[in-house]
């Protein structure tokens, strides 16, 4: 769904290059194992409360980067060239 597909590029171009790899494998499991992409997008905006399985510092830093406290634009997924460009 577009929604989550929005929020998550976006969550992980800024944050996975600073994630451990426990944290890699919580946010793997967080975007792979839920059957319904609508639950992830409510534990996110806090529209529902998390499960306990998928309650995680990792959740906590999605819920907060929901919370888009700078008041960016996220409309739309960021570009995959962050992908290519060499690690600082």
Do not use: G, H
């Not at 529209?47 to 739309?76: G, H, I, S, Y």
């Amino acid at each position: 769904m577009l929604e989550n597909c929005i929020l998550l590029s976006l969550f992980a171009k800024e944050n996975l290059a600073r994630m451990s790899e426990e944290q890699l494998n919580r946010y793997d499991r967080l975007i792979n194992e839920p059957s319904n992409d609508w639950d992830i997008y409510y534990w996110a905006t806090e529209a529902k409360p998390t499960p306990v399985e998928f309650d995680t510092d990792v959740m906590a830093m999605l819920r907060e980067f929901a919370k888009n406290r700078n008041r960016e634009q996220r409309l739309r997924q960021p570009d995959l060239e962050y992908l290519f460009e060499p690690q600082r």
